[in-house]
């Protein structure tokens, strides 16, 4: 009982088959090293956003905190409140707009050495 042989034989690995994923596994290091990240860290866009938010939020909240203490202590309920608001909006988007037209260093090196 113990001498009989199996009905199938094991397969044997074959060449090809080794080559190819030798070839897959190259492959696949390849395309992550290509799709690997450049640079670490956070980017000159996400700054600004993050800048335009703050000049946003501090505006209008800096303007209602004006506002409301002002309507506060000389009792020109919604007045004060309402003019310090549109000064607090006003003030935001004019930083926002000079933060837009200024260059950043990186745009006037490349001003610089273009010919």
């Known amino acids: 009982m113990g001498d009989k042989k199996p009905a199938q034989e094991p397969i044997v690995e074959d060449a090809r088959i080794d080559a190819l994923e030798k070839r897959l596994k190259a492959a696949r290091e390849r395309e992550d ?30 303007g ?11 009792g020109t309920t919604p007045w004060g409140l309402l003019a310090c608001l549109f000064l607090g909006i006003g003030v ?18 490349e001003q610089d050495e273009s010919p």
């Open 64 to 74: 209602v905190a004006v506002g409301w203490t002002i309507d506060w202590l000389f």
């Open 33 to 62: 090293d290509r799709n690997r990240s450049t640079h670490k860290g956070v980017d000159a866009n996400y700054r600004s956003g993050n800048r335009v938010l703050a000049d946003l939020l501090g505006g209008v909240l800096g």
């Open 92 to 109: 935001a988007f004019r930083n926002i707009f000079l933060a837009a037209n200024t260059r950043s260093n990186g745009s006037a090196r």
